[in-house]
């Protein structure tokens, strides 16, 4: 099992930055990718971001291109995404998930562990 704690959400309003982590424990595989989904009410969870375990693969969703950046640092077990100029849009509960292996995948099937999610609400 592997647990996933997302932190770093909170009320911004539109222009403003945030920082999203993602800490995880217990039993992660040797090497496993990592990403970032988000869902806002009504709507179904749809992908943001993700990383492969070197850090050299990155994905982004169109929506976010340009605007969000996902890092890792594999001696804390832990992913970021650093939000910058945050629209009313991207206010959804963001979660953090992770995959085994070296493949870094979009869907939300192919990923195994999900955190709690933390909100992220942008005023207008």
């Known amino acids: 099992q592997v647990q996933l704690v997302e932190s770093g959400g909170g009320l911004v309003q539109a222009g403003d930055s945030l920082r999203l982590s993602c800490a995880a424990s217990g039993r992660t595989s040797s090497t496993y990718a990592m990403g970032w989904f988000r869902q806002a009410p009504g709507k179904e969870r749809e992908f943001v971001a993700a990383?492969?375990?070197?850090?050299?693969?990155?994905y982004y969703a169109t929506s976010v291109k340009g605007r969000f950046t996902i890092s890792r640092d594999n001696a804390k077990n832990s992913v970021y995404l650093q939000m910058n100029s945050l629209k009313p849009e991207d206010t959804a509960v963001y979660y953090c998930?992770?995959?085994?292996?070296?493949?870094?995948?979009?869907?939300?099937?192919?990923?195994?562990?999900w955190g709690q999610g933390t909100q992220v609400t942008v005023s207008s």
């Open positions: 998930a992770t995959r085994p292996g070296w493949v870094v995948e979009t869907s939300i099937s192919e990923y195994d562990y």
């Open positions: 990383i492969s375990w070197s850090g050299i693969t990155t």
